[in-house]
């Protein structure tokens, strides 16, 4: 009886799932800059995401962007998002933002020469403030890792393209954002991040372009944290941007 007992408890404990573990290195869009990676989170992995974004303009106006995000390793080479955005501040009325229902499918692993590629599309809900419409919204993700190297070091482009489901006057029809950038391995778990934004809003005649820096570092098998800071290059820009953000794995 005891020698079958101790069987039963092994097939059990190789049955049960393996605990999951937070990823430094897999960067993660907003978290805390604006560049993603073509790498998706482990299949069947979960993670809960929160970020809180500062914008300060030319004229002493403050916006503020908080978001919180649920992530799944499903299906296979893929994952599923969830996000909910909540601004206050000066620029815009408190209240929710639109929700985003994101799927990111990875293509390709890298090799010597081939960068790994992933694509992604999201829809936008109009559950904000004045929303109307529903976005959807394509991304193009591409990563390569330079080799030769002991530092991790990555390149990447991200390239977005948005449609105004329901146009106003002072909207675009379209609006696409395209994000280049760096990684780079500064210790044993922390990464180094920079990158150059410019994007096109919806909204009629707001253009930005900002240089950004940031950190992610591992704090626990399952925690990750992220600071990161931005600087406007455009008189349209934030002057500056700050965005606090932390992970969790479960």
């Known amino acids: 009886m005891k020698a079958l007992a101790l069987v039963l408890g092994c097939a059990l404990l190789a049955l049960a799932p393996a ?10 869009e907003d978290l805390p800059v604006a560049l993603t990676d073509a790498k998706p989170i482990g299949y ?44 206050f501040g000066e620029v815009e009325p408190d209240g929710f933002e639109a929700l985003r229902a994101e799927i990111l499918y990875n293509l390709n692993q890298e090799t010597v020469f081939l960068p790994s590629f992933s694509f992604a599309a999201a829809l936008d809900f109009p559950t904000g403030n004045d929303a109307h419409g529903v976005d959807p919204t394509l991304k193009a993700i591409v990563s390569k890792t330079i080799p030769e190297t002991e530092l991790f070091q ?43 934004v410019h994007e096109a809003a919806l909204e009629r005649g707001e253009r930005e372009t900002l240089a950004e820096l940031g950190a992610r570092h591992q704090l626990t098998p399952r925690t990750v944290l992220s600071g990161g800071v931005g600087a406007g290059l455009t008189s349209e820009s934030p002057d500056v941007r700050a965005t606090l953000g932390a992970q969790y794995a479960f």
């Open 19 to 28: 605990a999951n573990a937070g990823d430094h290195t897999n960067l993660e």
């Open 44 to 87: 069947l992995g979960r993670e809960v995401q929160a970020l809180l974004r500062w914008d300060n303009r030319s004229d002493h106006d403050e916006d503020f962007v908080s978001v919180l995000r649920l992530e799944a390793g499903f299906p296979r080479n893929a994952q599923l998002s969830l996000e909910i955005p909540y601004r």
């Open 154 to 196: 990555q390149v990447h482009l991200n390239f977005e393209w948005t449609m105004n489901d329901e146009v106003r006057s002072d909207e675009r029809a379209r609006a696409w954002r395209v994000v280049g950038g760096y990684s780079v391995r500064l210790g044993p778990q922390t990464i180094g991040i920079a990158d150059v």
